[in-house]
C-alpha cells in the first residue's frame, strides 16, 4: 500500500527530497528546541527538580535560602540547555551524512522522524499550554515528520549508494 505513494517522492526527485529533508529537519529541530525551552520554563521543571532533589538529600525545602535555590535552579536550566544543544549537534551530524548517502544517517533520519511524531502527538494530548501556536505547530509537525518518514522509507535505495538484493543478483 506505501509503494502507491512512491512516485510521489520520485517526482520530486530523490537528491531534492533528500535536500528538502534535512532543511525541514534543521528549522523543526531549532523551533522545536525553542518552543522545549519555553515549556521548561512555562512548567518551572528546574524547581520540580530541584526540590526532588533535595527531598531524596533529606533536606528541608523550606530551610534553603533563596539564593541556594536560585543557584541550584540555574544550574538545572543549563543543564536542560547543554542537553538541548547537545541533541541539536548530533542531529546536525547524522543530517550531514544523510547528505552523503549514509545508510546509517538514513536510518537515524528515519527513526527520528518517527519518533519526532510520537513526541508530537504527546504534546497534542497535553493541549495548547502554551498557547494555539504550539498547538497549531505540534499538529503540523506530525503530519510533517509523517510524510518525511514515509519519503525516506520508500526511497531508502534511491538516496543511499547501497544497491537493492534483487539488482545485485541479476548482475
Known sequence: MLQKFKPHFLKLG???FVIGTVI???????INSYYLRIWWQHRDISILMTKTLAT??????????PESIREVKGVVDQ????????VLINNFFFYAFYL???LWAQGYVLFYCLTASVFAI????EGPILGMPWYLFNLSTLFIYAYLYLGVKLLKYETTDITPAHETKAQ
Request: cysteine-free; aromatic content about 18%; overall charge positive.
Open 14 to 16: 530523490p537528491r531534492r
Open 122 to 125: 504527546s504534546f497534542i494530548v
Open 100 to 102: 552523503r548517502k549514509k
Open 56 to 65: 531524596k538529600q533529606g533536606l528541608d525545602w523550606s530551610e534553603l535560602s
Open 24 to 30: 525541514l529537519l534543521v528549522i523543526l529541530d531549532l
Open 79 to 86: 543543564g536542560f540547555y547543554f542537553f538541548l544543544t547537545i
